[in-house]
C-alpha cells in the first residue's frame, strides 16, 4: 500500500489557529490571496527541512519563531502537526517556543502505530528531529518513508540564472531537486535507464510546444547542460534552455517531475500555483498528467488560483481555503451541495462566481 496522508491537524502554525482536514489522492486548494493556501502548503516544507535536521537554520533565516506562532507567542506558544497516515501510522510533531534565541524546541516528536496503540519517541526537548537516522523501531521507519517521500516543489524561478540553464554535475541524479535545478542531469539519467519514461515526458512536452522534438545534452566527463532540438532544424547541438518560454520551461519541470518512473517519483508531491505562465492547453495537459499519476499511487497537493485548472478537476478534490478575523479555514467541498450547478458549470466557473468561497481575488 502507497503511505500516503489520509488525514492532517494543525494547531497554532501562521494563519492556522486549527485544522483538522481530510486528505485525499488529488487535493486542489482554492482560495483568495492571502487566505492562507501558502501556509498550508508551507507545512510540508518545515516537515521537509524536519527530516533533514535543517530545522533551526530554516528559522532563523525565515522571520524566527514570532513568524511561525499564530499571532505571535503573546499568543500562540506552540505548533501541533498530527498526521495519519493510510497504514493506520501516524506521525506527532509539536514544537515549542525557545524564548532564549526566538527559536523552536521540539517538544514532542513520535510515530505510532493505531492499530496496536503503540507509541516509539524520536525525539524529545532537543533541537533537531533524529527521525531521519532512526532504524529501531518499523513503526518510526513507517513515519520516516512518509516525510522522505513527501516534497515540495518551486519551479517559479526560469530566468537566465536559473539553476536547470546551467551545467550541472552529472552524477546528480538521484532525484529531481525541489527547484529542478539538477533537471539536465536527471532527464539525462532517465534517456538512458528508463527510455519509456523518458519518452512519455518528450510526448507530453510536444503535445504544449508543437515545435519541440527532443532534449539533447552537451556533456562531458563531469557535468551536462540542457539543450533541445527543434522539429524543424535536427541538426546541430540544438538550441540552449533559454531559448524556451517560461510557461514552457515550467511545463517540462512538472513533465518530469510527475512523470519520471514511479519508482524515482516522491510519493507526495506538492505544488503552489502550478499555472504560473502555463498556457490553457498547458493547464490541462497537466491535470490529465495529475490526475494519471494520483491513479498510480502519487498523492498531490496544489494551490491554485486559476480557474482554468480549476475547471479541470471535481468537487471532491477540493479544499475552500478562506481568511476570516486573522483565521485561515479549511473545508472540502461535497458533490451533492453542487448538483444544481454542475448540471451547467464547471468547477472553476462555479468559483469564479462565488458561490464556493474562497474566490479567486
Avoid at 502507497?2 to 485525499?24: C, T, V, Y
Avoid at 524546541?105 to 525525539?123: E, G, L, P, Q, W
Avoid at 525541489?178 to 512519455?200: I, K, T
Wanted: charged residues 25%.
Amino acid at each position: 500500500m502507497d503511505n500516503n496522508l489520509s488525514r492532517i491537524k494543525i494547531k497554532g502554525f501562521k494563519s492556522i489557529k486549527a485544522l483538522d482536514l481530510e486528505m485525499k489522492p488529488i487535493n486542489v486548494l482554492i482560495g483568495a490571496n492571502g487566505s492562507g493556501k501558502s501556509n498550508f502548503i508551507s507545512v510540508f516544507k518545515l516537515l521537509d527541512v524536519l527530516y533533514q535536521k535543517k530545522l533551526q537554520t530554516y528559522i532563523s533565516t525565515n522571520g524566527k519563531a514570532e513568524r511561525f506562532l499564530h499571532f505571535g507567542s503573546q499568543i500562540t506558544q506552540e505548533i501541533i502537526i498530527d498526521l495519519s497516515l493510510s497504514d493506520a501510522n501516524t506521525y506527532f510533531l509539536k514544537l515549542a517556543k525557545d524564548v532564549d534565541n526566538d527559536s523552536f524546541v521540539i517538544d514532542i516528536d513520535n510515530a505510532a502505530f493505531t492499530v496496536y496503540r503503540k507509541t516509539h519517541d524520536v525525539s524529545y526537548s532537543s533541537l533537531e528531529s533524529n527521525i531521519s537516522n532512526e532504524t529501531s523501531s518499523g513503526i518510526i521507519e513507517n513515519s520516516k518513508n512518509y516525510l522522505q517521500q513527501c516534497k515540495l516543489y518551486h519551479f517559479h524561478d526560469t530566468s537566465e540564472k536559473a539553476k536547470f540553464k546551467s551545467n550541472q554535475d552529472i552524477k546528480d541524479n538521484d532525484f529531481l531537486w525541489s527547484d529542478a535545478g539538477n533537471l539536465a542531469p536527471f532527464l539525462l539519467r532517465l534517456s538512458q535507464d528508463y527510455p519509456e519514461d523518458y519518452q512519455n515526458i518528450v510526448s507530453a512536452i510536444q503535445t504544449v510546444a508543437s515545435y519541440f522534438h527532443d532534449f539533447s545534452f552537451k556533456k562531458d566527463s563531469k557535468d551536462v547542460l540542457l539543450r533541445w532540438q527543434h522539429k524543424n532544424n535536427l541538426e546541430g547541438v540544438g538550441f540552449s534552455a533559454n531559448n524556451l518560454s517560461d510557461g514552457t520551461a515550467r511545463f517540462i519541470c512538472m513533465a518530469t517531475l510527475f512523470l519520471q518512473p514511479k519508482e524515482l517519483r516522491p510519493a507526495t508531491i506538492v505544488l503552489d500555483e502550478p499555472e504560473i505562465g502555463l498556457h490553457p492547453v498547458a493547464l490541462t495537459v497537466l491535470s490529465e498528467i495529475i490526475k494519471a499519476v494520483s491513479n498510480d499511487g502519487s498523492q498531490v497537493i496544489i494551490s491554485t488560483q486559476s480557474v482554468t485548472l480549476a475547471n479541470c478537476f471535481k468537487p471532491d478534490d477540493f479544499i475552500v481555503v478562506d481568511y476570516v478575523d486573522g483565521v485561515s479555514s479549511f473545508r472540502r467541498l461535497k458533490e451533492q451541495e453542487l448538483d444544481v450547478w454542475l448540471e451547467e458549470y464547471q468547477m472553476g466557473d462555479i468559483w469564479n462566481k462565488g458561490l464556493l468561497g474562497g474566490r479567486p481575488w
